[in-house]
């Protein structure tokens, strides 16, 4: 029998690529970071391999992923927790060119909550410059090994939304032995 009964500490470059192709397949969500910066939860919608998203007015916000050629893309699971971090090539769809025309009515079909038909929203992504991004995977995704130990998690980004508690309402008074 051999020492090492077939097992390799090589990584098959085979196996990844399925594994990135069904985590695009299967995604809503992905978390895009940008230059090193935050990564951002964003809505997005698969198609042929790649991942399309929609930032700008009155959409959702990613600083500085409109003028990026390439991001740093984490997909999760059916359980919810991540499974696969990859680079991602960036390209930025311009209106009226055949992509667009092809590709944004895809894409508002799927936007839930649109205010009005779908050909009025291509038009105001197109007349307000929001950015349509294609995020194709680029190069070799980070391996299980690569992946931090730790959560990740941060402390929460301030926003305008952000408010102070109020002490809660009580009907009685609470008495005190």
């Not at 969500?29 to 964003?42: I, K, R």
């Not at 790649?50 to 740093?72: I, M, R, Y």
């Not at 055949?98 to 929203?121: F, H, I, M, Y």
Request: charged residues 25%.
């Amino acid at each position: 029998m051999r020492e090492d009964a077939g097992v390799s500490d090589e990584v098959d470059e085979r196996i990844t690529p399925p594994l990135v192709e069904e985590a695009v397949k299967k995604a809503a969500v992905a978390w895009v970071a940008v230059a090193g910066g935050p990564a951002y939860a964003l809505w997005c919608l698969p198609l042929e391999g790649a991942l399309l998203v929609v930032t700008g007015p009155g959409e959702q916000s990613a600083p500085g992923l409109a003028d990026a050629t390439e991001a740093q893309v984490t997909l999760r699971g059916d359980h919810g927790g991540r499974i696969v971090t990859w680079q991602a090539r960036v390209t930025r769809l311009t209106p009226g060119t055949e992509e667009w025309n092809a590709t944004a009515p895809l894409v508002a079909a799927k936007r839930l909550n649109a205010p009005g038909p779908s050909a009025d929203l291509i038009e105001r992504w197109a007349a307000e410059g929001c950015a349509l991004n294609r995020l194709e995977p680029a190069g070799t995704p980070v391996s299980g090994s690569d992946l931090p130990a730790d959560s990740l998690a941060e402390v929460p980004r301030d926003a305008p939304v952000v408010r102070a508690t109020r002490k809660p309402f009580r009907l009685h008074k609470v008495r005190r032995r």
